[in-house]
């Protein structure tokens, strides 16, 4: 979700970037991070592991986006960008009805991120597990709160209107866990590979359920104060 702000680590880090030859080299960078940033976390992950995987120049990470924390902006904006595009079209949708259903909310605060599950062939998969990871890392975690905030108050706007018996600030505290598990679930990791095994190996029930289990969470009854 773009907030439209320049990221640090965006195309126009470097000017030398706009040759065929270094626009491949940033492209394999950023695909190759996220994939080990989504197996090993952060800081399980060097610089010179990105690039001996990438076969990129010792240097190339520093030449093209400037540091190890620049290229975790740059991917992170290189996929919410076109996350953001998404979720505003659901959201244009949503908010075009007056009382909209609590089921498609929360369908369409699912549905770009499955859709991104998905996509093996753009790697987006990898993207899940690279945000679980950033969101545990300490001087990292800010980023995603800096891209994703201009559509979280949409996202809560709608909630508060489909929820007007829940209080605010409970529903955004609903909206904060919902956000996390549902990358935790849809990742390939240790919860996606137990519900394969002991639920469905099926990705429309899966989402099925998913919804059906937020759903609930949402509605639940809040616990007086």
């Not at 076109?82 to 979720?87: K, S, Y």
């Not at 990742?187 to 639920?199: F, K, M, P, S, T």
């Not at 289990?213 to 809040?222: C, D, E, K, R, S």
């Amino acid at each position: 979700m773009s907030s439209g702000t320049r990221v640090a680590g965006a195309a126009e880090t470097n000017p030398r970037n706009g040759n065929s030859s270094g626009a491949a080299t940033r492209a394999k960078l950023l695909r190759t991070a996220e994939r080990l940033f989504a197996k090993n976390g952060i800081d399980g992950v060097s610089v010179r592991d990105i690039t001996g995987t990438a076969g990129a120049n010792s240097a190339a990470v520093h030449y093209h986006f400037g540091s190890k924390q620049d290229l975790i902006a740059a991917i992170l904006h290189r996929r919410l960008e076109g996350l953001g595009v998404r979720r505003a079209q659901l959201l244009d949708q949503l908010e075009a009805h007056d009382t909209p259903d609590l089921r498609d909310v929360v369908a369409a605060l699912l549905l770009p991120t499955v859709e991104l599950s998905r996509d093996r062939r753009g790697g987006g998969h990898h993207y899940l597990g690279f945000l679980v990871a950033v969101g545990e890392h300490p001087t990292s975690m800010h980023l995603i709160t800096d891209e994703v905030d201009p559509l979280t108050e949409r996202y809560l706007s709608v909630l508060r209107r489909t929820l007007p018996e829940v209080p605010p600030e409970v529903v955004l505290f609903r909206f904060g866990v919902a956000k996390d598990l549902v990358n935790r679930v849809l990742r390939q990791g240790a919860v996606r590979e137990w519900l394969r095994r002991h639920a469905s190996n099926d990705d429309k029930v899966l989402f099925d359920q998913l919804v059906d289990f937020l759903v609930g969470a949402f509605a639940a009854p809040a616990h007086p104060a």
